[in-house]
């Protein structure tokens, strides 16, 4: 009540007030992160240069791209106009990309936030930043934001190209992906030739072989002689093919083949390509960490870690995941993580969309190679093996070995191309066809003449026989078949151990032919055996008799 | 023309640019000072009732009103925290954009590259919250001491009406930044406001009368949130509400004054005793004016018919209590500024609902019974509420306690019995709907208005409205009843936005803890 009580509450409060106000301003005014950072970066400038030089916040502004960055507030170098320090992990020079990153803006590529003036919310490392900076190694994932379409050749011909251009010490005088590009200790001149990094997306001159050859003929060829040689033309062909998918995005191109090369998109979709039996993936590189269940994942709440622990055990990760367990190498997840970090897709005006992805989207050009290996890599290989050996994942029913030399011995390419267009309703093979799965008819037959070669590349039978020649006798074949095929194939057809037969697909595309043939011959390597053949376990049968059971068989037709 | 100054020695005209140039200093401070430098009681009150803002007070304030354990100085909190987010929120406005998705950027950059901007958010945030804070507190203050009795009726009416526009300002805040918080807590809000659609789906008129779907359009603007419900809610927030609510203020405070200074006991006078020696003295001089004025200005002034010996001048004994509370204020919401940011989530996504969406902390009581019932939670059981506090000045006559803390029948023990029932009622109720789920988890083919009328939150209103019934008979005071039911709110309230805000986790469901929450 006393007025001197107030007095001092007053003055107290007043004074405390103040010193938090000139706190904050000097917190503001000195002691931001950037400030610091930009006046210790004066410092080690030279005397001249330093004068000059202003500690004030930087940004890049690219209003088309949305980008206000102001990573360059602490990372000077990178600054444009300013001068990097060399080697210094703050100061230091943006590498030579593609694009450049003041026309560009950074966030665009690396993730992160922009905005932001602090390092821990700039890197995106804080709550409620749902996109934080790629990790270093991944970095390259970030040309997934803009080329969704990136183009990429089958994975072994990547790897021959490679080995190629390695045996053909390309590297002795060219960069590639950050290496070689220096003639060896002891040669006569430092000829090195241009860094062929981003020579698929720059281009290259289509006569350089026979331009390398003239010099290394030359009189005054000097290092050329020694250095170039004539390469097989089928050998710089691959080499070239090699150096069309140097894009300046070393290891994304490697990791997106490997991804096309395990048959991922089998199940599931990317961009509207793929299966449906799995989640889509087409923005699987944007997901939100913090809404990602780590409960069974060790080490760093990141999503690079939540996805290669998921490759490692997937229904550990996410309970209930019918995802297999792929038996997937270190290397090979690493890859894939990398890839699937580069699943990002955002969308700028369509001034920035690069070619190959006009191509894609426009033209529907695919943005994998579209061989049979490729094709077959890309959408078949998870389920029925690489080699078409088939799978057997713990908790799913096997997939059919489609290489069985016995199933492309008596299948024709038509049934085969027909299988791979419609599936099998009821089982997991879907329908591939391009109202369903998205395959044109040249792929699919490029895939079943891929099929081909598991079996040594012999050509399919070809149906002499109509599609359907067989008079057999029904209620004899209905005995036979509840005596001989009913307790692997069910009662009704209906399938147990073994394939269902009463699938409308498959009485709709196999001929009398091949399940007369399949009935005599039998499938090696599975429980069906040859019922022409004498066995110790089964009686034989005629050909009347497999002729009725087909008869019999083909009675579900339409049935259902 | 005539030339100025003609007649007088030529010069001169000069000589007196130069005094009325030195004289300037003294002449502006006295035309803004009408009374000169306040140094005698007679001068200190003219200056207060010459200033039009220092007028809003009475020249002299009784002693008691001056004691801290009279209002602890919540009144002047609750208006500091307004001054506060005024100020802080007229800096915002040069930068924030209300357009959705440029609004979250401006925010971003507002924390990033406005100097201090961030700070400055915080502090609207913790002034806005301290003014929500004390506004509740100040308003249990005047319950207790029974100040919303006559003459001062009408003040706890505008008192209310601040109280819901403070609530109104800071719920239309709450959308701005365009986060994921923003955009779910206002989904909440919209479902609210449309819940009469319960009665009326219930009814089976929505088609012919829908006041729920009225309502959202209203708010929003549209069916969504969208760039319709921003601007509106930054007009609500930056114009009308804070206009709405200067103007209550205006009359809140002038009818402090006009009521007669605050409410006090009859015997006040009698209780201070006599001063203390230090203080300031009362009167050092004759009055140069009498209580004439007290014949024009009908009513209680605070001298009329009283001595004047209790009083002091305003100026300097209660201009520095307010000021020092005011700059406590500021301290207090300067200092959580400092520490804890003002949140700011993810962008507002559409498609990715926040998993288990809040209201603000102080509608998360309300949403607790939403969760029950939307249409009781958010809208009936808050109109009775507020109706029920709106009415009590009127229907309390009683005289006994006026002035002093928990006054009238049963004084301080029936307000702690009041707490115990009420927190035993608000805990008891939550447990058994907790443990034991709601008829709906018995029979799931109840049909809705059951559900509507008989839920936790109707029970829990219902307890407390016989509970006191009980009270008045037993007191046969209106008082003691109104005890015992603004305790039980009070307790209710704090119980239940203690159990929104900390126990209620995705879907609603208890947790004892945020860390159980299942993984989304």
């Known amino acids: 009540m006393d007025v001197r009580w107030n007095k001092l509450l007053l003055l107290g409060a007043s004074l405390a007030t103040l010193a938090l106000l000139v706190a904050a301003a000097v917190e503001e005014n000195f002691a931001r992160e950037w400030r610091v950072l930009q006046r210790r970066y004066r410092q080690r400038l030279p005397a001249e240069k330093a004068r000059d030089f ?64 602090r390092k821990a919310d700039a890197h995106g490392l804080v709550p409620h930043w749902p996109r934080p900076m790629l990790p270093r190694r991944y970095v390259y994932a970030g040309c997934g934001s803009c080329h969704t379409h990136l183009a990429v050749p089958n994975l072994d011909m990547l790897a021959r190209g490679r080995a190629l251009f390695e045996r053909y010490d390309c590297l002795a005088c060219h960069a590639l992906d950050g290496r070689g590009g220096t003639f060896r200790p002891g040669s006569v001149a430092a000829a090195s030739g241009p860094d062929l990094s981003g020579a698929g997306a720059a281009g290259f001159d289509p006569q350089w072989y026979e331009k390398h050859l003239a010099k290394s003929q030359a009189p005054d060829a000097g290092p050329w002689r020694v250095s170039f040689g004539p390469i097989p033309a089928e050998d710089r062909r691959t080499i070239e093919e090699f150096l069309s998918s140097r894009v300046g995005a070393p290891g994304l191109v490697e990791s997106k083949a490997l991804f096309h090369s395990l048959g991922c998109r089998g199940c599931h979709k990317i961009g509207g390509v793929g299966g449906d039996d799995g989640p889509d993936l087409t923005l699987e590189g944007e997901k939100d960490p913090a809404r990602l269940d780590f409960s069974n994942v060790p080490g760093e709440r990141t999503l690079p870690n939540w996805l290669a622990e998921h490759f490692r055990a997937p229904a550990a990760v996410v309970p209930g995941s019918q995802m297999p367990q792929l038996g997937l190498s270190e290397e090979q997840i690493d890859a894939l993580v990398f890839y699937l970090l580069s699943l990002r897709r955002s969308d700028f005006p369509e001034a920035y969309w690069p070619k190959d992805r006009i191509r894609a989207q426009r033209f529907g050009e695919r943005e994998f190679a579209t061989d049979g290996a490729t094709l077959y890599g890309t959408f078949c290989a998870a389920c029925h093996g690489p080699r078409g050996e088939g799978m057997r994942y713990p908790g799913l029913p096997a997939f059919p070995a489609i290489g069985n030399p016995d199933f492309l011995g008596i299948a024709s390419d038509r049934f085969v191309a027909a299988t791979v267009e419609h599936g099998r309703p009821g089982r997991r093979m879907p329908a591939w066809g391009e109202k369903e799965g998205g395959l044109r008819p040249a792929e699919i037959r490029a895939v079943v003449a891929y099929a081909r070669s598991f079996a040594g590349g012999a050509p399919g039978p070809v149906d002499r026989q109509p599609w359907r020649w067989v008079r057999g006798d029904v209620k004899a074949g209905a005995e036979l078949y509840a005596s001989t095929c009913a307790l692997c194939h069910g009662p009704r057809g209906e399938g147990a151990e073994g394939p269902a037969l009463a699938n409308p697909v498959l009485l709709a595309n196999a001929t009398d032919a091949y399940l007369v043939e399949t009935i005599r011959r039998g499938r090696r390597g599975t429980s069906m055996p040859g019922f022409g053949s004498p066995s110790p376990a089964h009686r034989v049968l005629s050909d009347q008799e497999i002729e009725s059971i087909v008869a019999f068989i083909r009675t579900w037709e339409g049935k259902r | ?114 100097p201090t901007g961030q700070f400055i958010r915080n502090i609207h945030r913790w002034s806005a919250q301290l003014m929500v804070v004390a506004v509740f507190l100040h308003m249990a203050r005047v319950f207790y001491t029974a100040a919303y009795r006559p003459p001062r009726e009408f003040n706890w009416v505008v008192g209310m009406f601040l109280l819901v526009t403070t609530l109104g300002l800071s719920f239309t805040g709450y959308l701005l930044p365009w986060d994921q918080l923003a955009y779910w807590a206002i989904t909440i809000g919209a479902n609210i406001a449309q819940s009469p659609r319960e009665v009326t789906d219930a009814l089976g008129i929505t088609d012919v009368f829908d006041l729920g779907g009225l309502q959202k359009l209203l708010l929003l603007g549209s069916e969504e949130i969208g760039e319709e419900a921003l601007i509106r809610f930054y007009l609500l927030h930056v114009m009308i509400l804070p206009l709405v609510l200067v103007a209550l203020l205006g009359v809140h405070f002038w009818r402090v004054r006009k009521d ?34 007290a014949a024009i200005v009908r009513g209680r002034t605070p001298a009329v018919g009283r001595g004047p010996e209790h009083t002091l001048p305003a100026l300097p004994h209660l201009f520095y209590a307010e000021a020092g509370v005011f700059l406590l204020a500021t301290l207090i919401c300067l200092a959580l500024s400092m520490v804890w940011d003002a949140p700011l989530k993810e962008l507002a996504n559409p498609a990715l609902p926040e998993n288990p969406a809040k209201a603000p902390w102080y509608f998360l009581g309300l949403q607790e019974l939403v969760s029950f019932s939307a249409f009781m939670g958010g809208i009936g059981i808050p109109t009775v509420v507020v109706l029920g506090l709106l009415l009590i000045p009127y229907l309390d006559r009683e005289t006994e306690g006026t002035g002093e803390w928990f006054g009238g029948p049963g004084g301080p023990k029936l307000v702690l019995l009041s707490a115990v029932v009420g927190l035993a009622a608000v805990l008891g109720v939550e447990a058994f709907a907790i443990h034991f789920g709601w008829i709906r988890e018995w029979w799931p083919e109840t049909p809705q208005l059951l559900i509507t009328f008989v839920n936790p939150g109707t029970v829990l209103t219902a307890i407390y409205a016989l509970y006191s019934v009980a009270l008045v008979r037993r007191y046969d005071s209106t008082r003691a009843g109104a005890l015992g039911l603004f305790t039980c709110f009070l307790c209710g309230y704090v119980v239940l936005t203690v159990i929104g805000v900390h126990f209620r986790g995705p879907n609603w469901e208890f947790y004892w803890s945020p860390a159980h929450w299942p993984v989304h």
């Not at chain 2, 200056?47 to 039009?52: E, Q």
């Open chain 2, 260 to 293: 007669g200074g605050l409410a006090r006991p009859a015997d006040a006078d009698a209780r201070l005793g006599r001063l203390a020696p230090r203080t300031y003295p009362v009167f050092t001089e004759t009055p140069a004016k009498t209580y004439q004025l």
């Open chain 1, 54 to 117: 202003s500690v004030q916040l930087r940004q890049i502004f690219v209003p088309s791209l949305r980008a206000t960055d102001r990573c360059t507030s602490c990372h000077v170098g990178m600054s444009p106009g300013e001068e990097p320090i060399e080697g210094d992990p703050v100061f230091g020079k943006h590498p030579r990309v593609a694009h450049e990153p003041a026309e560009y803006g950074c966030a665009v590529c690396h993730g992160g936030q922009g905005r932001a003036t």
């Open chain 2, 1 to 114: 023309m005539m030339r100025a100054g003609a007649g007088q020695p030529p010069g001169s005209g000069m000589r007196r640019f130069a005094e009325n140039l030195r004289a300037a200093p003294r002449r502006i401070a006295e035309s803004v000072i009408r009374t000169g430098w306040p140094t005698t009681d007679r001068a200190r009150s003219s200056f207060v009732f010459g200033n039009l803002f220092f007028h809003l007070h009475s020249v002299r304030v009784h002693r008691w009103t001056l004691r801290w354990a009279t209002t602890w100085g919540l009144g002047v909190a609750a208006a500091g925290g307004f001054f506060l987010t005024l100020v802080t929120g007229i800096l915002l406005m040069f930068y924030y954009k209300p357009y959705p998705g440029v609004a979250y950027d401006s925010i971003k950059d507002i924390h990033f590259v406005v």
